[in-house]
């Protein structure tokens, strides 16, 4: 075997991130889809995200045609002088009690018919009562939200004894450069595992990335069983434009094992089949009531999940000076010996833009 690696390279670092992405797409999507972004400088990176306050909630317990305070369960969307909406009814907020989550209401506002109010309806904020000359009403600030995940490290060792370096072995003309190559497949392969199904998680020195399955929360859909519907996908993306998701564009993917992929392969007219010379491949796109999404296949997802996600809201981020890199270590005993390490993590903004339906059949 020649000798590729001598001392003057002992402890130096070389970068294998790009050769971590020639690896085979077909066992690493997720990762082949977003590549590498720029580095983080902490093992906890965090990040900042705007938020508007929101506009409707739902009303607790029913509550008569003539009663003014009405329950809902989520106060925070509400303020005095604000006109709000309640099926064909609308109501006027004279006063808001934040530890109570109760409005007191002028009913039947502008002329509409005062109605009772069924447990569980819609509240929507329309407006504020808008009155000329006026003082300005007080002011109301959304803090920006701070989110985070933590870096997690990759490693593997490359271990080759005098004895395998020597033999003459079929189809290999280095030994330590093909268990390397095998290595930088085996910790890709880890980190695509981390991105979708990690928990997040700290213990000493020990960091392990939330991946996309723990950090979706908003827009979950349990299927119970059911088998993969065209209706389903759509009214998952519907949840995601009704939470904003849509609003500032997107570059949306619909991300499936292989078994939701023939699910929706057998969509028919849903489903379109376009050459896409760009890549030199044929990509396959889901037409919904809410855009057209790739679908890219992802046999590391569990075969009853999809997912929507948005690729301009996801990166996968190194940590800075970590990206994946081999360390030749030298001759140890009879043997020569060398690492693989890189130490990344998820940024996930947004969560509400992404979805995921499980319990597919």
Do not use: C
């Not at 991105?195 to 020195?205: A, F, H, R």
């Not at 119970?224 to 949840?239: F, H, R, W, Y």
């Amino acid at each position: 075997m020649p000798k590729i690696y001598n001392s003057d390279l002992i402890g130096k670092k070389l970068s294998v991130a790009d050769e971590i992405l020639l690896l085979n797409p077909h066992q690493t999507p997720l990762l082949n889809l977003l590549g590498f972004a720029d580095p983080v400088t902490q093992v906890e990176h965090s990040w900042y995200e705007d938020e508007l306050f929101g506009d409707e909630s739902t009303v607790s317990g029913a509550v008569t045609n003539s009663a003014t305070a009405v329950v809902v369960t989520d106060v925070e969307p509400f303020r005095v002088n604000q006109v709000v909406k309640i099926g064909e009814e609308l109501l006027l907020v004279t006063a808001v009690n934040v530890g109570s989550k109760t409005l007191t209401v002028t009913r039947g506002y502008a002329g509409t018919t005062a109605a009772a109010i069924v447990d569980q309806a819609k509240i929507e904020v329309q407006f504020v009562e808008g009155q000329e000359g006026r003082d300005a009403r007080d002011a109301r600030n959304k803090p920006r939200a701070r989110k985070a995940n933590l870096t997690q490290i990759f490693d593997d060792t490359i271990d080759i004894s005098g004895t395998a370096a020597a033999v003459e072995q079929y189809g290999i003309d280095n030994a330590y450069e093909y268990e390397k190559q095998k290595k930088q497949l085996e910790l890709a392969l880890q980190l695509e595992k981390a991105l979708i199904g990690g928990i997040k998680y700290e213990n000493g020195n020990v960091r392990q990335m939330a991946g996309i399955r723990s950090l979706i929360t908003s827009n979950v859909t349990t299927a119970g069983s059911q088998p993969l519907t065209e209706s389903m996908i759509n009214d998952l993306a519907q949840k995601i434009f009704e939470k904003g998701g849509f609003s500032d564009g997107g570059d949306f993917v619909i991300m499936v094992p292989a078994k939701q992929k023939r699910a929706i392969s057998s969509f028919g007219e849903k489903k379109l089949d376009r050459q896409d010379n760009g890549r030199g491949s044929v990509a396959d796109y889901f037409i919904s009531d809410f855009g057209q999404f790739e679908i890219v296949l992802n046999n590391n997802l569990q075969s009853d999940e999809l997912y929507i996600l948005d690729k301009n809201r996801t990166k996968v981020r190194p940590l800075n000076n970590r990206e994946f890199f081999h360390k030749y270590l030298g001759e140890v005993g009879d043997s020569t010996k060398g690492m693989v390490l890189g130490e990344y993590t998820l940024e996930f903004k947004q969560e509400k833009a992404h979805g995921r339906l499980k319990g597919l059949s």
